[in-house]
Nanobody, 116 residues
Framework: VQLVESGGGLVEPGGSLRLSCVGS????????MGWYRQAPGKQRELVAE???????RYANSVMGRFTISRDTASDTVTLQMNSLKSEDTGVYYC???????????WGQGTQVTVSS
């Protein structure tokens, strides 16, 4: 499985961005996908995740502002980010897993900068 993220960029506070992660390979084995981010000088943290069946979970800091969704037909997971804040700045990574004991794959990351 390989993942390619896109959609990052520079946006002003209060703006929106839509990140996409397209998978290739044996995506039919993937039952977990998530978006993580890493700010400068900080550890990588979970932003949002979606599990087969559609269950989702969000970090408290993004709840109500971000929405994760998955389209299995196109092997794409999307993160819609609204009402962006400066603290949302970081490199956003897509992750795919075959849980509980299968493979785990990361994308290359896409930069999101929220600044005026």
């Amino acid at each position: 499985v390989q993942l390619v993220e896109s959609g990052g960029g520079l946006v002003e506070p209060g703006g929106s961005l839509r990140l996409s992660c397209v998978g290739s390979g044996r995506m039919f084995r993937v039952n977990y996908m998530g978006w993580y981010r890493q700010a400068p000088g900080k550890q990588r943290e979970l932003v949002a995740e979606i599990i087969n069946g559609g269950a989702t979970r969000y970090a408290n800091s993004v709840m109500g502002r971000f929405t994760i969704s998955r389209d299995t037909a196109s092997d794409t997971v999307t993160l819609q980010m609204n009402s962006l804040k400066s603290e949302d700045t970081g490199v956003y990574y897509c992750k795919a897993q075959q849980r509980p004991f299968g493979f785990s794959v990361w994308g290359q990351g896409t930069q999101v900068t929220v600044s005026s």
